[in-house]
């Protein structure tokens, strides 16, 4: 009988390290936020000896021998978004995300399961899986997101979508109680998800930084970075060019991915505004490294915003809200500016102040510490 059940299931023993990982996309190239974190998170873990069996939905991307680097062995499957499965209960970001290879693929032995964002917990709640430990890496409140992207968009179906989204994402939230632990990517959503389901610690997001890079000295432009396809941060730019870079007119750069016509065509009329789009990450990291201020409000105070940690550990000034900047370690590192006219004395004061030696050890005192890669990789392989 012994040998049967080592037949049915793979034997894993706890110095493995073995786990399931679920993406709700393929993480790679990691050129947006929630890929960030799912990439850099699948490196750190296998730089700790973890054996990752990596599943990925695929959205609009391919499969790529790069996380084979990473993972013992990499699945895909397709995300079936017909328009029937806008006719669930089940929130259209889950049940998009629903194939029956992956529950076989997840059953076959019994390793922990890490499921990346509500997306991709179909199965959190199956009976067959109950063996398994089940973790759930939660990228955001979904709900309070997708009740924000109703409010910002301007077109009929999409705000019905998003308000529907958010109804059905707030109901079916209770699945967390499936999980056995919630790995969280921000203080703020630590106590949110505490509060309701227990079992939460605060994980911060997974980055590309082995370092703090930033250089002393003084940069000759303002930044703000960031991908221009998602509502929230083109509702950040419109802020800044309509209330700030009408009453200042030092250099303004805005870097990011797939900018809609309308604002390329607006800054066009700016002399003192520029628009770089579609830049490589190496231009990307020099744009911030030789900036004076990169300057990254919020109007969405949900998850991690990732673009902050690039500006902190490239960048120099850095000028935010407490939207953006929830973490009180974080904020002694940033100029905190939650009005208009306080970002525009706050970027008078910094835009002539040399970024000095001190600030520097400053941040690789508190990044190194609460944002290694390394250190928060060990608290995901101690939960197995």
């Not at 209960?89 to 890490?114: E, G, M, S, Y």
């Not at 790995?183 to 997974?206: H, M, Q, R, W």
């Given at each position: 009988?012994?040998?049967?059940?080592?037949y049915i299931y793979?034997?894993i023993?706890?110095?493995?390290?073995?786990?399931?990982?679920?993406?709700f996309?393929?993480p790679?190239?990691?050129?947006?936020?929630?890929?960030?974190?799912?990439?850099?998170?699948?490196?750190?873990?296998?730089?700790?000896?973890?054996?990752?069996?990596?599943?990925?939905?695929e959205?609009?991307r391919?499969?790529?021998p790069?996380l084979?680097k990473?993972?013992?062995?990499?699945?895909?499957?397709p995300?079936?978004?017909?328009?029937f499965?806008?006719?669930?209960?089940?929130?259209f970001?889950?049940?998009?995300r629903?194939?029956?290879?992956?529950f076989?693929?997840?059953?076959?032995?019994?390793?922990p399961?890490?499921?990346?964002g509500?997306?991709?917990?179909f199965f959190?709640?199956?009976?067959a899986?109950?063996?398994?430990?089940?973790?759930?890496?939660?990228?955001?409140?979904?709900?309070?997101?997708?009740d924000?992207l109703?409010?910002?968009?301007?077109i009929t179906?999409?705000?019905?979508?998003?308000?529907?989204?958010?109804?059905?994402?707030?109901?079916?939230?209770?699945?967390?109680?499936?999980?056995?632990?919630?790995?969280?990517i921000?203080e703020?959503?630590t106590?949110?998800?505490?509060?309701?389901?227990?079992k939460?610690?605060y994980?911060?997001?997974?980055?590309?930084?082995?370092?703090?890079?930033?250089?002393?000295?003084q940069?000759?432009?303002?930044?703000f970075?960031g991908?221009?396809?998602?509502a929230?941060n083109?509702?950040v730019?419109?802020?800044l060019?309509?209330?700030i870079?009408?009453?200042?007119t030092?250099p303004?750069?805005?870097?990011?991915?797939?900018p809609?016509q309308?604002?390329v065509?607006?800054?066009?009329?700016?002399p003192?505004?520029?628009?770089?789009?579609?830049v490589?990450?190496?231009?990307?990291?020099?744009?911030i490294?030789?900036?004076?201020?990169?300057?990254i409000?919020t109007?969405?105070?949900?998850?991690?915003?990732?673009?902050?940690?690039?500006?902190l550990?490239a960048?120099?000034?850095?000028?935010?809200?407490s939207?953006?900047?929830p973490s009180?370690g974080?904020?002694?590192?940033?100029?905190?500016?939650?009005?208009?006219?306080?970002?525009?004395?706050a970027?008078?004061?910094?835009?002539?102040?040399?970024?000095?030696?001190?600030d520097?050890?400053?941040?690789?005192?508190?990044?190194d510490n609460?944002?290694?890669?390394?250190?928060?990789?060990?608290k995901?392989?101690?939960l197995?």
């Amino acid at each position: 009988m012994v040998f049967v059940f080592c037949y049915i299931y793979d034997k894993i023993s706890p110095v493995d390290k073995s786990l399931h990982l679920v993406s709700f996309n393929v993480p790679f190239p990691a050129d947006y936020g929630g890929v960030i974190d799912v990439f850099y998170k699948i490196k750190a873990l296998h730089k700790a000896g973890a054996k990752i069996k990596l599943h990925c939905f695929e959205y609009g991307r391919n499969s790529v021998p790069e996380l084979e680097k990473y993972c013992e062995k990499v699945y895909y499957y397709p995300r079936n978004k017909s328009v029937f499965r806008l006719l669930s209960n089940k929130p259209f970001i889950v049940n998009t995300r629903n194939h029956n290879d992956l529950f076989q693929n997840l059953a076959k032995d019994t390793r922990p399961i890490l499921f990346e964002g509500l997306h991709s917990t179909f199965f959190l709640k199956h009976p067959a899986l109950a063996k398994h430990k089940k973790i759930v890496r939660t990228h955001n409140v979904e709900h309070d997101y997708y009740d924000y992207l109703s409010h910002s968009t301007e077109i009929t179906k999409e705000k019905y979508f998003f308000k529907q989204e958010a109804i059905k994402l707030r109901n079916y939230e209770k699945v967390l109680h499936h999980a056995d632990h919630l790995l969280c990517i921000s203080e703020n959503d630590t106590v949110y998800f505490n509060n309701k389901y227990g079992k939460s610690i605060y994980v911060p997001a997974f980055h590309p930084f082995d370092k703090v890079c930033s250089e002393k000295g003084q940069g000759e432009y303002i930044i703000f970075h960031g991908n221009l396809e998602v509502a929230e941060n083109l509702d950040v730019v419109n802020f800044l060019i309509d209330k700030i870079f009408t009453e200042i007119t030092y250099p303004f750069y805005i870097v990011g991915k797939n900018p809609p016509q309308k604002l390329v065509d607006r800054v066009q009329n700016i002399p003192h505004v520029n628009l770089f789009s579609n830049v490589s990450h190496e231009v990307m990291d020099v744009l911030i490294r030789d900036s004076q201020i990169c300057l990254i409000p919020t109007f969405q105070p949900t998850g991690m915003k990732l673009k902050l940690l690039a500006s902190l550990f490239a960048g120099r000034h850095c000028i935010s809200n407490s939207m953006m900047v929830p973490s009180k370690g974080l904020q002694k590192l940033c100029r905190m500016a939650n009005k208009q006219s306080e970002m525009i004395v706050a970027i008078e004061e910094l835009f002539e102040k040399r970024f000095r030696e001190e600030d520097i050890e400053l941040r690789k005192e508190i990044l190194d510490n609460e944002f290694s890669n390394e250190k928060n990789a060990q608290k995901i392989l101690a939960l197995l």
